[in-house]
């Protein structure tokens, strides 16, 4: 299993952003999850949305619900996180993250997770 994050950089505030995550060695569609989480400068890395490989429901933290979007294509095995409006705040190092197999449903809870990508630095711009 491997996980390869892209789409990091800087954006000003108010911006967008899209990052990837390449999944390899499993596929999407099926009983896992893929969580997404961030590291400020300081800061204890947060889970900030998920999405259950199984059925596609998806979690978000009220942090960014209505500023991110998770979302999937099972053909290139590939998952997003559409951030908008982007806010100084948001500025971490971002990673992605398998649970396989998911046992309940996909969490923002960094515990739950068996395989990290590496990380990926967005930088928002005030």
């Known amino acids: 299993v491997q996980l390869q994050v892209s789409g990091g950089g800087l954006v000003q505030a108010g911006g967008s952003l899209r990052l990837s995550c390449a999944a390899s060695g499993f596929s999407l569609n099926e009983n896992n999850a893929i969580g997404w989480f961030r590291q400020a400068p300081g800061k204890e890395r947060e889970g900030i949305s998920c999405?259950?490989?199984?059925?596609?429901?998806?979690v978000y933290i009220d942090a960014v619900k209505g500023r991110f979007t998770i979302s999937r294509d099972n053909v290139k095995n590939l998952v997003y996180l559409h951030m908008s409006s982007l806010k100084p705040e948001d500025t971490a190092v971002y990673y992605c993250?398998?649970?396989?197999?998911?046992?309940?449903?996909?969490?923002?809870?960094?515990?739950?997770?068996?395989?990290w990508g590496q990380g990926t630095l967005v930088t928002v711009s005030s």
């Open positions: 999405l259950s490989g199984n059925d596609g429901s998806t």
């Open positions: 993250a398998a649970e396989i197999p998911m046992y309940h449903s996909c969490s923002v809870y960094d515990g739950e997770y068996d395989y």
